[in-house]
């Protein structure tokens, strides 16, 4: 099974300021990685997937970028609303796999 | 949104079985029997884990290897429902389950509000 390490397992950020998270496959999964936005007590949310693509009724300032192994997820400028755990997703291989998560969190 | 409504969980002892079911709205112009469902599962606290997908047709499955053999994932178009049966449940299934529907290439564009499956004896 393909493992997705993602780092840093915590990203301590203020309002405004742009987030950068990391996601590594074990294997390369081509472009076919997905990330996902998870809130307290909320199902996840789907982000980006094929690396770059923004979801339906995503804002621009997520970004997706990456491929083999080597992923980014990047917030230009972090709103209130996106202190949340995000997951990426890998889907070349089953099992499908997710990352560990890295929480962004107001610093 | 694709509502996706979960029921089914409880508290069961291991060794039990449980069957979770996910109902579709067909909202939105969301034709239930065109796309494959998955289940996925985030014990307490913990990551997500992938559980089971099956085709829209039904036609085939895939399990993550922690269920093999022991879960089976199913769909009754007519109903708009996929179906998680559960049996030989272990301590380490206690998780909110949740379905969520494929977006076409194995990625996971709606989800529901998840069910809880509690093992304990």
């Known amino acids: 099974e393909i493992v997705l390490t993602q780092s840093p397992a915590t990203l301590s950020l203020s309002p405004g300021e742009r987030a950068t998270l990391s996601c590594r496959a074990s294997q390369t999964v081509s472009r076919s990685l997905a990330w996902y936005q998870q809130k307290p007590g909320q199902a996840p949310r789907l982000l980006i997937y094929d690396a770059s693509n923004r979801a339906t009724g995503i804002p621009a300032r997520f970004s997706g970028s990456g491929s083999g192994t080597d992923f980014t997820l990047t917030i230009s400028r972090l709103e209130p609303e996106d202190f949340a755990v995000y997951y990426c997703q890998q889907r070349t291989n089953w099992p499908l796999t997710f990352g560990g998560g890295t929480k962004v969190e107001i610093k | 949104q694709v509502p996706l409504v979960e029921s089914g969980g409880g508290v069961v002892q291991p060794g039990r079985s449980l069957r979770l079911s996910c109902v579709a709205s067909?909202?939105?112009?969301?034709?239930?029997?065109?796309?494959?469902m998955h289940w996925v599962r985030q014990a307490p606290g913990k990551d997500l884990e992938w559980v089971a997908f099956?085709?829209?047709?039904?036609?085939?499955?895939y399990y993550a290897d922690s269920v093999k053999g022991r879960f089976t994932i199913s769909r009754d178009n007519s109903k708009n429902t996929v179906h998680l049966q559960m049996n030989s449940l272990r301590a380490e299934d206690t998780a909110l389950y949740y379905c969520?529907?494929?977006?076409?290439?194995?990625?996971?564009?709606?989800w529901g509000q998840g069910t809880l499956v509690t093992v304990s004896s």
């Open positions: 969520a529907r494929d977006k076409g290439v194995s990625y996971l564009d709606h």
């Open positions: 067909g909202a939105s112009g969301f034709i239930f029997s065109a796309s494959g």
């Open positions: 099956i085709w829209s047709d039904g036609s085939s499955e």
